[in-house]
Nanobody
């Protein structure tokens, strides 16, 4: 079992930056690929970014490519999502997820058995 806790969300104006953190506890975190997904009210859950268990491979959704950067520190059992040039359409609850099988399909939420509770990001225009 892996427990995930997100932090770092908040309210800010368009053009600003935030860094989300996902702290893991439980089983060896470095065994799991980790992803970020988001869900806005009335919309489907959307893939944002993912990182392989070693950190060597990263993946991004088209809507965030070039603006967001994912990284991980396995020594601290933490994954980060640096979000720059934020837009109002980035407003959503952001969820961290982990799973070993996700290495074979990082954009597929069904391959992530472990999820955090989410953190709200609100970007005003």
């Amino acid at each position: 079992q892996v427990q995930l806790v997100e932090s770092g969300g908040g309210l800010l104006q368009a053009g600003g930056s935030l860094r989300l953190s996902c702290a893991a506890s439980g089983r060896t975190f470095s065994n799991y690929a980790t992803g970020w997904f988001r869900q806005a009210p009335g919309k489907e859950r959307e893939f944002v970014s993912a990182i392989s268990k070693s950190g060597a491979n990263t993946y991004y959704g088209d809507s965030v490519k070039g603006r967001f950067t994912i990284s991980r520190d396995n020594a601290k059992n933490t994954v980060y999502l640096q979000m720059n040039s934020l837009k109002p359409e980035d407003t959503a609850v952001y969820y961290c997820a982990a799973g070993s099988a996700a290495a074979f399909g990082p954009r597929n939420p069904s391959l992530y058995p472990y999820w955090g509770q989410g953190t709200q990001v609100t970007v005003s225009s």
